[in-house]
C-alpha cells in the first residue's frame, strides 16, 4: 500500500489515504481518486479524471489523456470512472470534447481488458467486458452487461444496447440492439444472447419474451417500424405473474432502444 518513491503526483491531485500507487506512474492535477483503488506501475492519469472506490488499474494504463479530436482546443473537459472496475494494461481512456457533452465515462464493476481504448465521450455503462483490442470511437455508448469480443472495433455515434455481445473481430457500423449476438464484417445478427441471459438469473418467461422480440426484428420479415410496434403489442398473458414486472421492462428497454434514431440497427 501507499505511493511509492518513483511515484510524481501532483500537490493539486486528491488521493484517498488508502490508494497505493506503483513505480514511476505520473499523477495529474485535477486528478481524483477514491478508497481502496490500485494504481499500477508506469500509468499516467491525466486531469481532470476521477476514479472511484475499489478500482484496479494495471501497468502502463494511460487514464484522461486529451482527447484525439483536431477540433479539440485545450477545453477543460474530463473523464469519471465508477467503483470496482479492472483496467488492465495499456488501455487507454480519453477525455470528452464540449461538442460531445464534456465527458468519457465508465460506470461500475467493469472488466476491461489489454489494449482497449475508450474513445472521447464514450459513454459505457456498468458489469461489460471488453476483450482485448476492443476499440470505440467517439460518442459510443454501451448499456450494461454488454460484451465485446476481442479486436471489436465500434464505429462513432453508435450505440450497443444492454445485454448484447459482440463476437471476435466484429466491426459495429451500425446499432445493436439490447440481448442481440453480433459479429462479422459486415456486422450479421446471429441470435440473441440466450446463454448471458441465463447466467444473469432471466426466468424462462423472459427469456421467451427476448426470444420473441429477436423474432420480430428478424425473422418475421416486418420494416422497422412495424416489428417496433408489434413489440409494443406483446400480450401479457402467458408470463408468470412474478416474472411480469421485468418482462415488461425487458420489452420497455427495446422499445426505448429502437425509439432513437441512430445509425440504424444492424441487420
Not at 459495429?172 to 446471429?190: A, K
Not at 412474478?242 to 421492462?249: K, V
Amino acid at each position: 500500500m501507499g505511493i511509492h518513491a518513483t511515484a510524481l503526483v501532483d500537490p493539486r491531485a486528491e488521493l484517498d489515504s488508502t490508494v497505493s500507487v506503483g513505480a514511476y506512474t505520473v499523477i495529474g492535477a485535477g486528478v481524483r481518486i477514491g478508497a481502496h483503488t490500485r494504481i499500477g506501475s508506469h500509468c499516467t492519469i491525466d486531469g481532470p479524471t476521477t476514479l472511484g472506490e475499489h478500482n484496479t488499474v494495471a501497468h502502463h494504463a494511460a487514464l484522461g489523456g486529451a482527447p484525439q479530436d483536431m477540433k479539440y482546443r485545450d477545453e477543460s473537459t474530463s473523464l469519471e470512472i465508477g467503483h470496482r472496475n479492472t483496467i488492465r494494461e495499456f488501455v487507454t481512456f480519453n477525455r470528452g470534447t464540449v461538442q460531445g457533452g464534456g465527458v468519457t465515462r465508465l460506470g461500475h464493476d467493469n472488466w476491461v481488458m489489454a489494449y482497449v481504448h475508450l474513445a472521447h465521450d464514450s459513454q459505457v455503462g456498468s458489469h461489460c467486458i471488453l476483450a482485448n483490442n476492443a476499440t470505440l470511437a467517439g460518442h459510443v455508448v454501451l448499456g450494461d452487461w454488454v460484451i465485446l469480443g476481442g479486436l471489436t472495433g465500434v464505429h462513432q455515434f453508435c450505440r450497443v444496447g444492454s445485454h448484447a455481445m459482440t463476437g471476435f473481430q466484429s466491426h459495429v457500423s451500425q446499432d445493436v440492439p439490447p440481448f442481440m449476438m453480433v459479429s462479422g464484417n459486415p456486422l450479421g445478427v446471429h441470435g440473441f444472447n440466450i446463454e448471458g441471459l441465463r447466467r444473469r438469473g432471466f426466468s424462462r418467461d423472459r427469456i421467451a419474451r427476448v426470444k420473441q422480440m429477436h423474432r420480430l426484428l428478424y425473422r418475421d420479415g416486418l420494416t422497422l417500424d412495424a416489428a417496433r410496434q408489434a413489440i409494443a403489442d406483446l400480450p401479457s398473458d402467458g408470463v408468470a405473474a412474478d416474472d411480469l414486472a421485468a418482462a415488461q421492462a425487458d420489452q420497455r428497454l427495446m422499445l426505448d432502444f429502437l425509439s432513437v434514431a441512430g445509425r440504424g440497427i444492424a441487420r
